[in-house]
Every structure is written in C-alpha cells, then in structure tokens.
C-alpha cells in the first residue's frame, strides 16, 4: 500500500508543499486525457476510510468515489484535461506531459517538489522526481491517480449518452471487444483518436 515515505524524504530536503500527479487516458482510442496534482493535508486524513487509498486501478468505483470526494475536499487539487485536438497535434506522449503541466498550475499555489507517476518527466517550475508505479508507493500520487480516473471516467460517461452504443460507460474508451466491434459497426466519432491504430484502420482499410 502507497504511503508517505517519499514525501517525509521530500521534506526532509527542505520542501515544504509537495504534490502527487498522475495521468489517466494514455491508452484509450477515444477521450481526452486527464492528469491531476493533489497536495495532501495528513491532518485532514483522520477517517478511517483513508487507509483505503491507493493505486486507483486496484480498488473499486465506489471506493474510488468515496475517496475522490474526501481528497477534494480537502486537499489542494489541481487538474489538465487535453483534448483530441491536442493529442493528435502533439502525440499521446506529448498530450500527457501537458496534462501534468496544466494540473500543476491549475493548483492554487506552486508546489516546492512533485512527485510523478511514471519515467517521464513533463517541463515543471519547480523540483521534480519520477517514480515508477508511484501511485501504489506514494499516498500523494495515489490521490492523484483517483482524481485523474474519476474525473476522466465521468467525462466518458457523459460522451456515452452522446455517442451510444461504444460502451464508453463500462470501457472508458479502452479498445475493448465490445468497442472494437462498435467501431466497425458504427463508425469513428470526433472523440476518436484518428492517429491510433484500430481506428486509423477503419479510416483507412486500404493502408492496413
């Protein structure tokens, strides 16, 4: 379970604020994708609750909406969303660096140190590290990543009532089967990322 060795090490150097981010929506064929930065307040975590944080893909939708209501409202939260758009100009990897540089200045005040998620390190103005699997070690980054997935997940379940039939709901856009078959069936949305493979082939089934 995450805790908060890397942030006692963060502040035994000094730094005072530190921040968890984390990305969700890299791999999905359809969606934006959303990075969030949480700064912890440890003497707000006191529900037992709490001890339930952690990586987000390892604990359930209603634990995640318990937690993802906690954190907000009582940390400093700070969320980028970038949009198809973007991600299709700049490539997934460079959509997620600014999904990361938008959620740190969205926060209301700069952190002095983050903690990433990840081997990838985004452009910050401030010190920085990245740990890989850091959001089931760090309970900052472990916040981040239930920010970043409920916030997304609920994104794509609205998109579902818009454009039914992809499953967008259940798979958040993830190239599933039931997605996969919806897509040859129903065709591209403007919410489908053209560059990614399964959908550029159905774009284009002569360069496949």
Same mark, same amino acid.
């Given at each position: *379970? ?5 942030? #006692?090490?963060?502040?035994?150097? +000094?730094?005072v604020?530190?921040? +968890?981010? /984390? ?7 359809? +969606?934006?994708v ?12 006191? &529900? ?10 390892r ?6 909406? *318990?937690l993802?209501d ?13 949009d ?12 997620? *660096?600014?999904?990361m540089? &938008?959620a740190? +200045?969205?926060?209301?005040i %700069?952190? /002095?140190h ?6 990838r390190?985004?452009?910050?103005? %401030?010190?920085a ?5 850091? /959001?089931?070690?760090s ?7 239930v920010i970043?997935?409920?916030?997304? &997940?609920?994104?794509?379940? &609205? ?5 039914p ?13 039931? #997605?996969?078959d919806?897509?040859?069936?129903l065709?591209?949305?403007? #919410?489908?990322?053209?560059s990614?493979?399964p959908?550029r082939?159905?774009?284009s089934?002569? /360069?496949?």
């Amino acid at each position: *379970m995450p805790d908060f060795s890397f942030e #006692h090490a963060a502040h035994d150097q +000094g730094w005072v604020r530190i921040a +968890g981010v /984390d990305e969700a929506g890299r791999g999905p064929l359809a +969606g934006p994708v959303v990075a969030a930065a949480v700064i912890l307040n440890p003497d707000a975590m006191t &529900d037992p609750e709490w001890a339930r944080l952690d990586d987000s893909k390892r604990m359930t939708d209603k634990a995640r909406d *318990m937690l993802f209501d906690k954190i907000m409202t009582s940390a400093d939260i700070g969320v980028g969303i970038v949009d198809l758009e973007a991600i299709e100009k700049l490539n997934i990897l460079g959509a997620t *660096m600014k999904a990361m540089v &938008d959620a740190v +200045g969205a926060l209301n005040i %700069c952190p /002095d140190h983050v903690l990433i998620d990840g081997n990838r390190m985004p452009s910050l103005p %401030c010190s920085a590290e990245t740990i890989v699997k850091g /959001d089931g070690k760090s309970l900052s980054i472990a916040a981040a990543s239930v920010i970043a997935k409920v916030t997304r &997940d609920r994104i794509m379940v &609205d998109l579902n009532i818009r454009y039914p039939g992809y499953g967008w709901d259940r798979n958040a856009g993830y190239g599933t089967a039931e #997605h996969l078959d919806a897509l040859k069936r129903l065709g591209v949305t403007p #919410h489908h990322r053209k560059s990614f493979a399964p959908v550029r082939k159905i774009l284009s089934p002569e /360069d496949s």
